[in-house]
């Protein structure tokens, strides 16, 4: 049976509604000082989808909702539920920008994404890893891409595919691309390209390399006008 995306989104908030849920989340409160302060689901989700708190104090919510989802546990099914949900509009953006390199069907793309979501939130290591939002996202897009990029290579090994169905540049044209423009204006050629190539926004980019939006936003526009100068060199 197929479902939309928005209707998979509607029924995770749908459960967070039921008593088995909220009873879930009373012990998840009680075991974690990051999440006393909310009285349901929806105060939590309001905090982690807003502007106003800043973004460590969202870190580390998303951090014991995390710590909660890996524990062998009743509770664990409401951390992963609400994490889901709080990464929501990052992992539709990485579903968009599935959808345009063509790397499947929607259905197809949406169940790849929940699932990647759901493994890398059960076995993400908390330990190494510090910002608990871009890591599950970048990794998410890039192991999806990765699948993506073999699956390609393994069918154009047996002449099987059509080169106008396959939308993203794979394998070694990608890593020469990503090179070349490297080299012509450097360690931000990899940041133009993610935004320009690749779908991100300058906001996520901002996220996923640890800067404000205005140095991300500062350092792309400068990238480009030395990539600019550069292929004017060529004219």
Not at 26 to 40: C, I
Not at 136 to 144: F, T, Y
Not at 185 to 197: N, P
Not at 210 to 222: I, N, V, W
């Amino acid at each position: 049976m197929s479902f939309e995306w928005h209707e998979i989104h509607d029924s995770l908030v749908m459960t967070t509604n039921t008593l088995r849920f909220q009873k879930s989340f009373q012990s998840l409160r009680r075991g974690n000082p990051a999440l006393a302060d909310f009285v349901d689901p929806a105060a939590l989700l309001d905090v982690l989808h807003g502007a106003v708190d800043p973004a460590e104090r969202k870190n580390r919510i998303l951090r014991a909702l995390t710590s909660a989802a890996q524990v062998d546990d009743p509770a664990s099914e409401c951390a992963l539920t609400l994490l889901l949900l709080a990464l929501w509009p990052g992992l539709d953006a990485v579903r968009r920008r599935l959808l345009w390199r063509k790397t499947g069907s929607p259905d197809d793309v949406s169940s790849d994404v929940l699932a990647r979501a759901t493994e890398t939130l059960r076995g993400l290591d908390l330990r190494r890893v510090s910002r608990i939002a871009a890591t599950v996202l970048r990794n998410v897009e890039r192991d999806a891409l990765r699948a993506h990029c073999r699956e390609t290579a393994r069918w154009r090994s047996v002449g099987d595919v059509d080169p106008d169905a396959v939308g993203s540049t794979c394998g070694a044209e990608a890593i020469f691309l990503r090179r070349d423009v490297e080299q012509l204006i450097g360690r931000d050629g990899d940041l133009v390209l993610r935004v320009a190539v690749d779908g991100f926004t300058q906001s996520e980019i901002a996220g996923t390399l640890g800067l404000s939006e205005a140095a991300a936003r500062k350092r792309y526009q400068r990238a480009k006008r030395r990539l600019r100068e550069a292929f004017d060199e060529f004219v």
